[in-house]
T-cell receptor
């Protein structure tokens, strides 16, 4: 069954610690995205990648880093430089061929500060 | 400044009646619009989309209307069911933006039995 898997579902970070959120897709999609959702807010784009070994900053990239070594995987690292990391993080993917294709989302990771 | 606005944070509708969710946008370069449905602690689920070359798209109980001159789109759900209770997000992308979406803040729909 094709889909997007995010893990873990819940994650706790200590002050000064880096944490990595996993996102794997088996939809054979070229493009992958990371969003952040805060209470009462829409989704804001952190990073995106259209092809392997290439990625671009979104609107709120500061304090985050990503890699795209494989088509299926797009992990997000929340670094200690991100001062307000508590949020719901969503990964999405989309076929790259045309702009009029919807993004499909995983079920998210909720990150909290200890 | 918000490019996609959902001005109603919440909407309550009786089961069987029509639900109308509204969305306004400011960027005239947007040419593809989508609606997503989201339950708590889950990812958004794609519902329906519309290209700027159309003014209506229908899929079962869901219809999206686009008024380009007013920069306004709406989602109609008929008839509304209790299972439709969720947060609905409007999103838009511009030609050449590599499919990047701009999201509204969402409208929480409650359908009462």
């Amino acid at each position: 069954d094709g889909g997007i898997t995010q893990s873990p579902k819940y994650l706790f970070r200590k002050e000064g610690q880096n944490v990595t959120l996993s996102c794997e897709q088996n939809l054979n999609h070229d493009a992958m995205y990371w969003y952040r959702q805060d209470p009462g807010q829409g989704l804001r784009l952190i990073y995106y990648s259209q092809i392997v070994n290439d990625f671009q900053k979104g609107d709120i990239a500061e304090g985050y880093s990503v890699s795209r070594e494989k088509k299926e995987s797009f992990p997000l690292t929340v670094t200690s430089a991100q001062k307000n990391p508590t949020a719901f993080y969503l990964c999405a993917s989309r076929p790259y061929l045309r702009d009029d294709q919807p993004q499909h989302f995983g079920d998210g990771t909720r990150l909290s500060i200890l | 400044d918000q490019q996609v606005k959902q001005n109603s944070p919440s909407l309550s509708v009786q089961e069987g009646r029509i639900s109308i969710l509204n969305c306004d946008y400011t960027n005239s370069m947007f040419d593809y619009f989508l609606w997503y449905k989201k339950y708590p602690a889950e990812g958004p689920t794609f519902l329906i989309s519309i290209s700027s070359i159309k003014d209506k798209n229908e899929d079962g109980r869901f219809t999206v209307f686009l008024n380009k001159s007013a920069k306004h789109l709406s989602l109609h759900i008929v008839p509304s069911q209790p299972g439709d209770s969720a947060v609905y997000f409007c999103a838009a992308s511009a030609r050449g933006s590599q499919g990047n979406l701009i999201f509204g803040k969402g409208t929480k729909l409650s359908v009462k039995p």
